[in-house]
């Protein structure tokens, strides 16, 4: 089905580091939403963007709604190993009839 | 208030046996998608119910079918199971309010 282009697929960093991931497309989005998924549970919404520009915090996690509305970033700030996980992007296209369109996520793991 | 919840946890099945999952909603969300989510792959829109009434539905076969009742809660059923059917299958529901999706844990089904 039709997908959203996150990047990177996975990424290695150390604990503290700043970490970035963005989605792209091609279409416009009404809506963009930020979920983390932890091993064998559901993903948990993170941070919802709604307007164009918007740029949005919850804790260390900052995303951002892009100005073309084409695009949407997210970053964490300092990360610690809880953080370990998939990342995944997601949003409503404009005449989508609510349908919510998916990246294939981003894998974080943390250097040992 | 109580989040989504799905029964049962874990499932083993036998190929070619039908298999019923259940998805219970936050109260008030009229909205239940359900996805499918093969280990390290994202996840694959199966369908989505609101009000009864099924809106969307992703590329899945026939054997892949689903409904809702007029309490909000949906099943999902998989006749004539295959191997390739051993995944976790999260269901999410929406208020559509603010157009983000709550999952459940999943049901991890296992097709031997």
């Known amino acids: 089905g039709q997908q959203l282009n996150q990047s990177p697929q996975s990424m290695f960093i150390q604990e503290g580091e700043d970490v970035s991931m963005n989605c792209t497309s091609s279409s416009i989005f009404n809506t963009w939403l930020w979920y983390k998924q932890d091993p064998g549970e559901g993903p948990v919404l993170l941070i919802a963007l709604y307007k164009a520009g918007e740029l949005t915090s919850n804790g260390r996690l900052t995303a951002q709604f892009g100005i073309t509305r084409k695009d949407s970033f997210l970053n964490i700030s300092a990360s610690i190993p809880s953080d370990v996980g998939i990342y995944f992007c997601a949003g409503h296209q404009m005449d989508s009839n609510y349908q919510l369109i998916w990246g294939a996520g981003t894998k974080l793991i943390i250097k040992p | 208030k109580a989040g989504v919840t799905q029964t049962p946890r874990y499932l083993i099945k036998t190929r070619g046996q039908q298999v019923t999952l259940s998805c219970s909603p936050i109260?008030?969300?009229?909205?239940v998608s359900w996805y499918q989510q093969t280990p390290g792959q994202g996840l694959q829109f199966l369908f989505e119910?609101?009000?009864?009434?099924?809106?969307n539905k992703g590329n899945f076969p026939g054997r892949f079918s689903g409904r809702q009742f007029s309490n909000s809660r949906s099943e999902m059923n998989v006749s004539t199971l295959e191997l390739g059917d051993s995944a976790l299958y999260l269901c999410a529901s929406s208020s559509l309010q603010d157009y983000g999706y709550t999952f459940g844990s999943g049901t991890r089904l296992t097709v031997v």
């Open positions: 109260s008030g969300h009229r909205s």
């Open positions: 119910y609101f009000s009864e009434t099924q809106r």
